[in-house]
């Protein structure tokens, strides 16, 4: 028991080590305005580099991935068809699908459906 013990306290102070000596040597100590600024060929940017996030473009995607992964869930669910009871399949099927509409629903009501600029 003793062994894991040091051995933990070997490797945490090792990996501590390493980890500082990294940081001490990938400090940089001299912060230059063009090194840091936005590239254009050479020429200094015409507008922000920076650009407005589109939160609704972020909802749509939060939303298709939500979908696609639930789309994910249903694919065991057409393999298993033909092994399971077909009255059980059915109500794990129609309630699957009622939970993806209700979420569908829910987010139309919220107005993350919108695209309105």
């Known amino acids: 028991m003793m062994i894991l013990v040091y051995a933990s306290v070997f490797i945490?102070?090792?990996s501590i080590i390493m980890m500082s000596i990294s940081s001490i040597l990938s400090k940089?100590?001299?912060?230059?305005r063009e090194k840091s600024?936005?590239?254009?060929?050479?020429?200094?940017p015409k507008s922000s580099s920076r650009l407005p996030f589109s939160l609704q473009?972020?909802?749509?995607?939060?939303i298709f991935l939500i979908f696609d992964v639930e789309i994910t869930l249903l694919i065991p669910l057409i393999i298993t068809m033909k092994i399971s009871n077909m009255m059980n399949y059915s109500i794990i099927l129609l309630f699957f699908i009622i939970v993806l509409l209700m979420g569908l629903y829910h987010e139309w009501n919220?107005?993350?459906?919108?695209?309105?600029?």
């Open 28 to 32: 940089k100590t001299f912060m230059d």
């Open 37 to 44: 600024s936005p590239f254009e060929c050479g020429f200094d």
């Open 110 to 117: 919220q107005g993350a459906l919108n695209w309105h600029l």
């Open 12 to 14: 945490l102070t090792l």
């Open 57 to 62: 473009f972020f909802l749509i995607a939060v």
